[in-house]
């Protein structure tokens, strides 16, 4: 009787330590990071790569109104954040996604300067709404150096558009950056 306790207990001593085993796997496994930023007004807003990460910020400019002066939005993007650099090469994508349901003329400024490998595509989703997608080449940023991009949307939105058929129309506009480690060459 008291062999079988015995054994009994070693089982489930071993039973319990596979569990904890299995939980400790899942929990480093399952490990995520996620950011997401939402403004209403102009914006002085970072995105931080310092490891493989995809961000995104929405713009709502439900407030835009048809003005001789252009509406800017800054933000930047940086491999430092509260004195940590990035310890690898990194890689990052910067996308702005617009939709169309305004007329609206937007640039993009990158440290001040005009942006020479930028695209800019309107596309049709399956749901028939048409999308403008703006991108910039590939940027990077060497490990164990701080570097920043500072990035500035311009949107103007013409006075000779201030009739009545241009009320209560929202337009939107998503800013995304993909980054990747890499190794600069």
Do not use: W
């Not at 306790?5 to 070693?10: D, E, N, V, W």
């Not at 702005?96 to 440290?111: F, G, M, V, Y």
């Not at 910039?136 to 990035?151: A, D, M, T, V």
């Amino acid at each position: 009787m008291a062999k079988k306790s015995t054994i009994l207990l070693k089982k489930v001593i071993v039973l319990i330590i596979c569990i904890l085993i299995v939980i400790r796997i899942i929990t480093l496994v399952m490990a995520s990071y996620e950011t997401t930023a939402n403004s209403e007004a102009n914006v002085d807003t970072a995105f931080y790569v310092l490891n493989e990460d995809y961000q995104d910020m929405t713009l709502n400019l439900d407030s835009l109104l048809p003005s001789s002066n252009p509406h800017t939005y800054t933000f930047s993007i940086s491999n430092e954040k509260d004195g940590n650099i990035a310890e690898t090469d990194i890689e990052y994508d910067l996308k702005i996604r617009t939709t169309t349901n305004l007329p609206l003329a937007i640039s993009l400024l990158e440290n001040e300067n005009n942006i020479a490998d930028i695209t800019t595509n309107v596309e049709k989703d399956t749901d028939g709404t048409y999308f403008r997608t703006i991108a910039i080449g590939p940027r990077y940023f060497k490990h164990s150096e701080q570097g920043i991009n500072l990035y500035t949307l311009v949107v103007d939105f013409s006075e000779n558009y201030s009739s009545i058929d241009y009320q209560d129309i929202i337009e939107l506009v998503e800013i995304s950056v993909d980054s990747t480690q890499t190794t600069i060459q």
